[in-house]
């Protein structure tokens, strides 16, 4: 059973109550999963991956705590869901967590409506005024099935005015089972608050994961959104930024290294919808052997969005000739004094600078890394918690001594 | 030390070099003239095993080793050093630990303890101050934004840390001012003994001046058409290069 089909099997036995959500379930039905005659779908396609046998929200294996040690990155403050259900959660002087359930779900396309009809897990994260957290907070949805299974969680943190929060992100499946991931998180961002916001997605070749971040912020507030797509059979993230006061800005910061037959698409979006923002964006994307990614990132200025600075790149590096990248900045400007800069590069690595190091006596798949690591530096040099770095680079440097031997 | 004979080289079907034959023993100091497109940087870059080149025929054996069975960095392990007319740019590593990758893997290759950090940069900070370097110099990226006459220095201070028995320094005294020529000329002074050899490409005697030359070769049309003592390289400056070119034109039409 495709998982359309398991979809609906599933509604059937669960039938939705409230109008919300069944008006949100038959826009799904209507639009069906994405194909590529969807624009915002036009290089990326599931088609294949849904015709696979699923289940929807299955119950779920007993996971150990072993497991659970192997795939938490042991941080002092951990949100823990094991198949779906939130099991642990930190205690923390002025913020509240709590597990969640959107009342009121709003979508934008069949997958937020798939989200919004359905999804009944998540958290909830409120930070009150005037706290900042030194220590990051880490989530992870921890998962184990014997059948591919499709699960969902809708989240959503809310920073009150003035506070300050850091959060590490990672989904881990278990299971050597499909493991589809559609997943939402609110995010807002009240007066000058700040969130440092990081998708660790080292994910593994039986992840399929639908990533939706919308971060809607207040005046003076600042957000930064780092991915770090290090692997997985597909990944699609829809990031969504609205500026809807005065002096915000929005930072997003990717590294993609991706594999064998690997698929990362990342879709951005930035409405710059006051005066007086920023936003700045730097992908940096690696494609080995037959992996392929794509990158669309929209920016969009309106009238009365005037001194605006936003800055998007988006580089790529193909290190082999069956990998590919489709990237495609949008910009649409409706202000006139702004400055907007964006660039996007696809290339190799440089054969004049691979033969000067090695006439230096650096061997060739030295080189090789080294002007990899140089190229991804830059993004990387961004994070600004030390351990994700490290497993960035750790990843990277595993990907490219598998592929280059 | 280095034997090339009958070196036949190009890219694609362009022919580059067309038979070249040149002895260069330890101790010595060899100078390679010529115009301009001759030959020369094609010459320096199949000696260290640039692969875009194709090699047509010929050989080139390195104490008694064929240098043309080796990978680029194996031909670097075993001495050989190549200062280039055109430093690339490496963004995203600095000086100290491009150096550091470069000397371990050589370390590693000859069968040597590593070096300790300590005496790794104690050696860099020997060298730069042979070849009056500025500091902060060491963690900048390599070549990145590095002036022309910096790019120049910059080799020459990697062949000081990699102490090869074999440079080559292509065209390494363009872009020098003359303080400049003098501190590098020294340094390669320095760093010469009877164990290894130098070959200079240039195309000005002023460098020979300071870079004594034992034999000077005219390369015209990737062939050596005349070798002399280093009194040809005073008369080339003198008469220039047509006198000889137009009767080895001649020759091989
Ligand atoms: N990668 C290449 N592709 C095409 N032609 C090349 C390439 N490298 C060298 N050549 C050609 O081979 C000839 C010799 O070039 P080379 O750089 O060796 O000359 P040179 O003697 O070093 O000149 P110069 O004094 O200007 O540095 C030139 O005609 C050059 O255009
Ligand atoms: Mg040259």
Redesign the pocket.
Known sequence: MGLIEAIKKYNLTNPISNVENSDAFTYFLNNGIPTNKNEEWKYTSLKQLVSNDFSVEAEGEEISQEELDKSTLKTENQIIFLNGEMVQKPEIDGVSITSYTDKNPSFEDAFTALNAAYAKNGYRIHVEKNVHLNDSIEVIFLSKNTTNNFIQYRNRIDLNENSSIKIIEHFKCLDKNLCFTNSLTNINLEKSSNIEFNKLQNHNDFQIVVDNTIINQDEKSYSTINTLLLGGKFTRNNLSFYQNGEYCESNMNGVVILNNNEFGDNHTYVDHKKANCESNELYKGIYLNKSKGVFNGKIMVRPDAQKINAFQANNNLLLSENSSINSKPQLEIYADDVKCSHGCTIGQLDDDALFYMRTRGINKDDAKTILTFAFASEAIEKLTIAELADITKKEMEKKLNLSLN | MLKIENLKAG?EE?K?LNGIDLSVNAGEVHAIM?P????????SAVIAGNE?YEVESGSIIFEGEDLLELDPDQRAHKGVFLSF?YPVEIPGISVSNFLKAAISEKRKQLGLDPISAKDLLGKMREKMELLNMKKGYLSRNMNEGFSGGEKKRNEIFQMAMLEPKLAILD?TDSGLDIDALKIVANGVNKLKNKKNATIVIT?YQRLLDYIIPDYVHV?HNGRIIKSGGKELALELEEKGYDWITKEADKKWG
Do not use: F
């Open positions: 890219i362009v580059i010529g301009n497109g001759s030959g020369k940087s094609t010459l875009s007319q065209e195309h390369l």
